[in-house]
């Protein structure tokens, strides 16, 4: 049976759409979602392009399995040139926007060229409309869902919108789907901004066929089983990913005060249990909800219960909101994450960008290099709840002289505070880091050091290192579907056999990506969750494709280097300490001061880790610099890119 | 004894997991406009409340169709479409006041829930089980006992409060 | 491809899952601990460090967070071996 997929070109310049069929070899070389976007940023963006200019493609994706009968193929993908690092932007995001738009007849979307004023994207089952959005400019995030809706007198319309944020052009605005679903890291909502375009609004009646529908019932229910008995998950579907911010904190690798702790001491307001409680109260007993199709339910739902925004509703808070609004700024009430959780979603902005970057302004004011002069009167030290919560409205807003310069971005507002800034922002590619700290765990520190869109957790984080796996267990998972018989340590403070692993696990990331499906779902957080041996059968049962499971994994290195190539077309260079795989030198210089007793004055040996860069470089057949060497290139059959097939 | 499909509003996550495998059961595809059970949303404020059909005693839907091609399942008890009879006039989905009857465009005939001659898939699939496959007796059992759990619960704060 | 019924290496695993377990969260340590059903606290026999337990079910604990002045003065005294000096500027 041929899978017929389609993707559509829309111009929003000239106006123009058009539409393809998705050829299945390319099925077979990037599998779809991430992998294909990869490919088609790499073809469809003109080197050197300005991110906000009506040249970068904004690509819109579901995955492979996207809106099958497979668990949690909810993740909506977008991808663009990023106008927070000038890399690769590339952004994921949970909900119900992806399999509504398979059910609208389209997997991919590249829209290019600039409106002239605000419109927004009407696709309906096959046909895609350019509607008039002047009426939606200046709505938040929610208000622009709702009212599309309405105009279109459809509840059932699905839309990735931006907020205020996104049309104020905030380097790293987001887009939005649903209460809380956010497509966050590198600045995407700002690319949408820059094209006027305020949303694009979905509804789909169409079907998505499955090529052995018995089988991949039945397969579903067993691929659900074996996701959702795994204890990880089970505490998740209880309290949600803040629960990985508070085992974190509890040993000390949470990010603190900018990057003075590494944990964030009697936090106990705002741990996990305390928000889950709040949530209990507010929403009842059964207050966990989820995205499409998913049985891990991860998402709280909650009311505000005191201050300014009492009784509104809301979703999460996420380990980033407890991170951006706890103990970065080291604010320890839960109001204030909460507050703060809410307006990030309305604004529509990355709550892990504007936490650091509040958070390192207030560094920089306890310092002096800012004063009461550039931040206007604001008392913008560590621990004030008010200071914190105004800038995000200042940010998002674009108010302020100070409020300017950090919606533009880490590294351009370093240029702009001048002194010595630069040195206290805590950033990888332009882009700063989840509010965790890896000085204690150099396999951590290396996966964000590398991540294709700037530090970030989730291209290649070794997770399950930090639960101090038996070497056999590490060997079951690390060693297949391609033999590996190097070092490998239980240790997470070692730097032995790290390299392998963030490459390992940088190909199940993307692959997942490529099948659309949540990283909740595969070898993140649970040992024994899904990985490339458990994929083929849910391809097979759902479209008929044949895979094994290093085809898959060729497919995930293939499209990794795809994104490599595109971040080297644009100026990454390995020790670039703005654009190269770098850490700030606080990682290196200043040891942990609290947490487990073994974490204690921990820091990243240079010598190590340089010598972990070149192994992980040599692991994927890159040379010293980092750059893909011409056999590897043949290899993965990408010698000839950008070929200009879709 | 005969069972019936409750829902339990409260439990539901709002996943749409019973939509997508009751298409697949039932049509072979994915796509919930042809799913038997349609999760009703308020984003809003986070509501989410399965529909599906009550197989009820009396049912309009049986009562409406003008060629007799809804009828009762000797052994489940459950209201069947006869796809052979079935001219699809939609009467039906105009009747049902629960909004529970489907129309398939592709077949332009209609649908409603069959229990999937037994062994619903939605139940099997729902793991925080908001939509139960339980005998008619328990039903009402379990409905008295959660109002009166309520009540208790209500009884007990004010007597704490006054 | 139907056919094939082996079982793959994360599914494997599951039979190493431990129900009913914590682990200590000091890195070299990591000590199963097995904390009685309910209780509200756990200490580490080696290393000291001492948590507090949710029950997200009856059978599956979870460290909810240290108890703070244990963990803390375990941490200031590592501090001070290492660094020959107090973290004075802990607020
Ligand atoms: S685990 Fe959470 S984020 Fe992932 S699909 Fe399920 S509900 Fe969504
Ligand atoms: S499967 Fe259960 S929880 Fe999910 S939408 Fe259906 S009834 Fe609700
Ligand atoms: S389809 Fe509607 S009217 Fe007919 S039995 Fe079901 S609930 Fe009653």
Redesign the interface.
């Given at each position: 049976m041929a899978l017929d997929r389609k993707i559509a070109y829309i111009n929003l310049s000239t106006r123009e759409v058009e539409i393809k069929p998705i050829p299945l070899e390319m099925r077979k070389k990037f599998i779809g979602g991430r992998g294909m976007d990869a490919y088609l940023l790499y073809n469809h963006a003109p080197e050197g392009c300005d991110p906000l200019g009506p040249e970068n493609p904004l690509i819109v994706s579901g995955g492979l399995l996207t809106a099958t009968c497979a668990s949690a193929t909810a993740r909506t993908h977008v991808m663009a040139k990023s106008p927070l690092t000038g890399l690769l932007g590339s952004c994921n995001m949970g909900g119900f926007f992806a399999p509504e738009l398979a059910w609208a007849g389209f997997h991919h979307l590249v829209i290019t060229g600039k409106a002239d004023k605000p419109v927004y994207l009407w696709i309906h089952n096959g046909d895609i409309e350019i509607r008039d959005a002047e009426y939606l400019w200046g709505k938040n995030s929610t208000d622009t869902q709702w009212a599309i809706r309405n105009e279109l007198d459809d509840q059932e319309v699905k839309s990735m919108v931006i907020g205020q944020a996104g049309e104020n052009l905030v380097t790293y605005a987001c887009v939005m789907t649903g209460i809380k679903n956010a497509g966050g890291r590198t600045g995407m909502g700002c690319v949408m901004g820059s094209k006027n375009l305020k949303a694009v609004a979905v509804r789909g009646t169409m079907d998505v066929k499955i090529a052995h529908p018995k089988d991949a019932l039945e397969h579903n229910k067993k691929f659900i089983d074996q996701i959702t008995s795994a204890k990880v998950n089970q505490i998740q579907g209880a309290l949600g990913t803040p629960f990985i911010w508070g085992a974190t904190n509890c040993w000390g690798g949470v990010r603190t005060r900018n990057f003075q702790y590494n944990q964030m001491e009697y936090a106990d307001e705002i741990e996990p249990e305390a928000i889950d409680d709040i949530a209990t109260e507010t929403m009842g007993p059964h207050h966990m909800t989820g995205c499409f199709g998913c049985q891990v339910h991860c998402r709280a739902q909650y009311k505000i219960q005191s201050g300014l925004y009492a009784g509104k509703y809301d979703e999460g808070p996420e380990y980033t909101s407890l991170g951006a609004f706890g103990a970065e700024p080291d604010c320890k009430s839960a109001e204030t994450v909460l507050t703060g959780n809410h307006l990030v979603n309305q604004y529509g902005v990355d709550n892990l960008e504007i936490g650091s970057m509040i958070a390192w302004a207030m560094e920089l004011y306890e310092l002096g290099i800012l004063t009461q002069k550039e931040t206007e009167g604001i008392d913008l030290r560590f621990g004030n709840d008010e200071a914190l919560l105004q800038m995000v409205h200042n940010i998002c807003t674009r108010t302020g002289w100070l409020g300017n310069v950090l919606a533009d971005g880490g590294i351009p507002a370093a240029e702009k505070i001048g002194k010595n800034s630069f040195d206290y922002l805590i950033q990888v590619k332009g882009m700063n880091n989840l509010h965790s700290d890896e000085r204690a765990t150099p396999g951590l520190a290396l996966n964000i050091a590398t991540a294709s869109r700037g530090s970030d957790h989730l291209r290649s984080r070794p997770a399950i290192d930090l639960y101090h796996l038996p070497e056999p267990v590490l060997r079951k998972i690390y060693g297949s579907p391609v033999p590996y018989d190097g070092p490998l340590s239980s240790e997470h403070t070692e730097y032995i056999g790290k390299p392998w692993q963030v490459f390992w696990q940088e190909n199940v990331y993307m692959a997942v990506d490529c099948l659309g499906i949540c990283k909740y779902h595969t070898v993140f957080l649970g040992a024994t969750l899904p990985n490339f041996e458990d994929w083929p059968e849910v391809i097979y049962y759902n479209t008929g494709l044949e895979f094994t499971p290093k085809e898959i994994w060729d497919a995930a290195e293939r499209c990794n280097n795809l994104e490599r190539l595109f971040n080297l077309r644009e100026g990454l260079t390995r020790n670039d300490p703005k654009k190269g795989d770098t850490l700030n030198h606080r990682y290196f210089d200043e040891p942990c001061r609290r947490g487990a007793p073994d974490v204690i004055g921990k820091k990243i040996d240079r010598d190590k880790f340089n010598v972990m860069i070149d192994e992980f470089y040599d692991h994927h057949g890159w040379d010293k610099e980092g750059v893909p060497t011409s056999e590897t290139l043949q290899r993965l059959g990408l010698e000839n890119e950008p070929t200009r097939l879709l | 004894m005969e069972k019936f499909l409750t829902v339990d509003a409260?439990?539901?996550?709002?996943?749409?997991?019973c939509e997508?495998?009751c298409s697949?059961?039932h049509?072979?595809?994915?796509?919930?406009?042809?799913s038997r059970i349609q999760v009703v949303?308020w984003?809003?404020?986070?509501v989410?409340i399965p529909v599906i059909c009550k197989q009820c005693e009396d049912a309009p839907c049986m009562n409406v169709c003008p060629v007799r091609a809804i009828s009762r399942d000797p052994d489940f008890g459950f209201l069947k479409v006869d796809q052979e009879v079935c001219i699809g006039c939609r009467s039906c989905v105009g009747i049902c006041p629960f909004g529970a009857m489907g129309y398939n465009?592709?077949t332009r005939q209609v649908f409603k829930c069959d229990l999937c001659g037994g062994d619903p898939?939605c139940v099997?699939?729902c793991?925080?089980n908001a939509v139960e496959f339980v005998p008619v007796d328990r039903v009402s059992a379990q409905k008295k006992r959660r109002g009166a759990a309520r009540q208790s619960a209500a009884e007990r704060q004010a007597t704490a409060l006054g | 491809m139907a056919e094939q019924q082996k079982v793959s290496s994360s599914e494997s695993l599951r039979s190493t899952r431990t129900f009913g377990k914590v682990r200590c969260h000091n890195p070299s340590c990591m000590g199963r601990l097995s904390p009685s059903p309910g209780s509200k606290e756990i200490s580490c026999p080696t290393c000291g460090m001492t948590y507090r337990l949710f029950w997200v079910t009856p059978e599956l604990p979870r460290i909810r967070g240290p108890v703070w002045d244990v963990n803390r003065k375990l941490a200031q005294d590592t501090l001070a071996k290492k660094t020959g000096a107090p973290d004075g500027d802990s607020q």
């Open positions: - | 409260d439990k539901c996550t709002g996943c749409r997991l997508q495998v697949v059961m049509e072979g595809v994915s796509n919930p406009a042809k949303k984003e809003q404020e986070g989410y465009p592709t898939q099997r699939f793991e925080v | -």
